[in-house]
């Protein structure tokens, strides 16, 4: 258990319509990474947060949005969904060292846009 | 950012043979590189880290090699379990503080009792 947490596991919805993934990272980390995963793109760095303040964008669309909250869990909203946004998100955390690579990555949630 | 891939999709081995997998970057500007193991319906695990001013680290069963000439990384797993069957990324990261592992594509190890 790597004391990420994200939530729903599954989700299926159809296009055009808005999602919101959950995540809560481990207690005492400050920053949280979200990540989306398909067979054709690999782990693809989305944004990353650090005390609830956008600190990273890699390759998110505009219909993403992220936001981090005080008690520092955080929330992906994907919207108007498309078929192929279907994918695994994961979020990961990390500590407040500047030193410290190790992420911790949650089980992830896996998206089915139908 | 770091960008960074594999050399093979995919890495057959018998079950305590060693395993080699291998990792090319683009960007020398990277402070560490990492290697993650993903095992089937989970996130990605941290295996080991290897700052970019070494050329070796060693962990429990693993070896991280870092050429820096070539650019290029490998993780060697010794006597390879069944066990270590997941899919493998290596990822860089970190220019002056600023963590943000950038993975590449993967490699899936099957090991074979």
């Known amino acids: 258990d790597s004391g990420v947490t994200q939530t729903p596991k599954h989700l299926i919805t159809a296009t055009g319509q808005r999602v919101t993934l959950r995540c809560s990272p481990r207690s005492g980390d400050l920053s949280v990474y979200w990540y989306q995963q398909s067979l054709d793109q690999g782990l693809q760095f989305l944004i990353q947060y650090y005390n609830g303040e956008e600190r990273a964008k890699g390759n998110i669309l505009e219909r993403f949005s992220a936001q981090q909250f005080p008690d520092l869990h955080s929330e992906l909203n994907l919207s108007s969904l498309e078929l192929g946004d279907s994918a695994l998100y994961f979020c990961?955390?990390?500590?407040?060292?500047?030193?410290?690579?190790?992420?911790?990555f949650g089980q992830g949630t896996r998206l089915t846009v139908v | 950012g770091e960008s960074v891939g594999l050399h093979l999709p995919t890495l057959s081995v018998q079950e305590g043979d060693n395993s080699i997998i291998n990792c090319a970057y683009s960007n020398s500007a990277s402070d560490y590189f990492i290697w993650y193991k993903q095992e089937s319906g989970k996130g990605p695990q941290f295996i080991i880290d290897i700052r970019s001013n070494m050329d070796k680290r060693q962990g429990q069963r693993v070896t991280v090699l870092l050429n820096k000439t070539v650019k290029h990384l490998s993780l060697q797993i010794a006597a390879t379990q069944p066990g270590d069957s997941a899919v493998y990324f290596c990822?860089?990261?970190?220019?002056?503080?600023?963590?943000?592992?950038?993975f590449g594509r993967g490699t899936s190890l099957i090991v074979h009792p």
């Open positions: 990822a860089g990261g970190g220019k002056g503080g600023s963590y943000i592992p950038t």
């Open positions: 990961a955390s990390s500590g407040t060292g500047t030193m410290n690579t190790e992420a911790f």
